[in-house]
């Protein structure tokens, strides 16, 4: 199963947590070998990778997020899973962070994030964006 866009569900339980303090989503994204555009967007016969899709969505994201305070907090490249499903990978790993859900929720109504989204979802098979709530770091877990 694919998962691009958050069900109404998933949304409706995000919008549900306080959205008063910081928080962080980890992005976990793998994309497709082939872009796949609507067939009515003027890239849908571009012959774009999922890669070049995904990058055009960020450049056109990045001046949204920067504006409204959020950052890239960390990037990783995915190396392998050493518990979980064999058979996830993923192209782009990050943690990005907001200063607050409200932020995070006008992101995601900008025009300008929304015209970006297209990119996005033309290039990924499948992702997770998981949110979380900032913790102070340290020596041992828990």
């Not at 009515?40 to 997020?65: F, I, K, M, N």
Request: hydrophobic share 40%; with cysteine; charged share 20%.
């Amino acid at each position: 199963m694919s998962h691009i866009d958050p069900t109404r569900a998933q949304f409706d339980a995000f919008k549900s947590l306080p959205r008063d303090h910081p928080i962080e989503m980890l992005n976990l994204v793998r994309l497709r070998d082939t872009a796949d555009y609507p067939g009515d967007h003027a890239l849908a016969d571009a012959g774009l990778t999922g890669a070049q899709a995904y990058a055009r969505y960020g450049a056109e994201s990045a001046p949204v997020l920067a504006r409204l305070g959020g950052s890239i907090l960390w990037r990783g490249g995915f190396q392998t899973t050493l518990i979980g499903p064999d058979d996830e990978s993923w192209d782009h790993v990050f943690i990005a962070r907001y200063p607050s859900a409200h932020a995070f929720l006008a992101m995601v109504t900008d025009p300008a994030y929304r015209a970006a989204v297209m990119h996005r979802q033309a290039a990924v098979l499948t992702s997770r964006l998981i949110r979380c709530e900032p913790r102070g770091s340290g020596e041992v877990f828990g």
